[in-house]
């Protein structure tokens, strides 16, 4: 299917495990994006991606890595989860007219 | 820090009415989105504003864009019970050479009464 996906959708983790959030993208756009969503915080940019094996930390990197070793994919890892870490997290991907394309989401819990 | 901020926070409405929502921002930017989310979904984008223009439309919405006054404001009319969604302004950075990224407001949550 031609988009962006995300998985899981859903996941319940226990702190300082480690959990990888997968996106991938089918249109070859350069650039990808990862969000966290909060109440009271609205979106927030965590990580970002101009190419593959390019990466830059956005407003809110501590805790987070991410690797793009293919155009089409862009992993975010908690390294060690925290319970402060829970929240809906978003990847998108940008056309060439800024405009930005974004997955469903994933909804991560940190118990 | 949030670089654009929606005003109001929350907006209720009956269907057929318009609905007005403001978005002002801090530094000069390249560009200003507009983008919808409903409940338990991700973003959609809505549409795009330069900061040369001052007006702009796309069926039922239209978005003003005042750099003067570093504000913004999206107009929907003739509203429908599917337009409940929260709303999102998005402002790009006009420095550095970051207009990649885009800086989120809080949101305007509309709901739409049939």
């Known amino acids: 299917d031609a988009g962006i996906t995300q998985s899981p959708r859903y996941k319940i983790t226990e702190t300082g495990r480690q959990v990888t959030l997968m996106c991938h993208q089918t249109?070859?756009?350069?650039?990808m994006f990862w969000y966290r969503q909060d109440l009271g915080h609205g979106l927030r940019l965590i990580y970002y991606?101009?190419?593959?094996?390019?990466?830059d930390k956005g407003e809110v990197p501590d805790g987070y890595v991410v690797s793009r070793s293919k155009t089409e994919n862009f992993p975010l890892t908690l390294e060690s989860a925290t319970r402060s870490q829970t929240s809906v997290y978003f990847c998108?991907?940008?056309?060439?007219?800024?405009?930005?394309?974004f997955g469903p989401g994933t909804r991560l819990t940190v118990t | 820090s949030q670089q654009g901020e929606e005003d109001p926070q929350a907006l209720s409405i009956q269907e057929g009415e318009n609905a007005t929502m403001n978005c002002s921002y801090k530094?000069?930017?390249?560009?200003l989105q507009w983008y919808r989310q409903n409940s338990g979904r991700g973003l959609v984008h809505l549409i795009l504003?330069?900061?040369?223009?001052r007006e702009k439309h796309s069926g039922r919405l239209r978005v003003t864009l005042d750099t003067s006054k570093k504000s913004s404001s999206l107009l929907i009319t003739a509203s429908r019970a599917a337009d409940t969604a929260s709303y999102f302004c998005?402002?790009?950075?006009?420095?550095?050479?970051?207009?990649?990224?885009?800086?989120f407001g809080k949101g305007t949550l509309l709901t739409v009464n049939p």
């Open positions: 998108a991907s940008r056309t060439s007219y800024y405009e930005q394309y």
């Open positions: 249109w070859s756009h350069s650039y």
């Open positions: 991606s101009a190419a593959a094996d390019i990466t």
């Open positions: 530094t000069s930017i390249n560009n």
């Open positions: 504003i330069r900061s040369n223009e």
């Open positions: 998005a402002t790009d950075g006009n420095s550095g050479g970051s207009n990649y990224k885009l800086t």
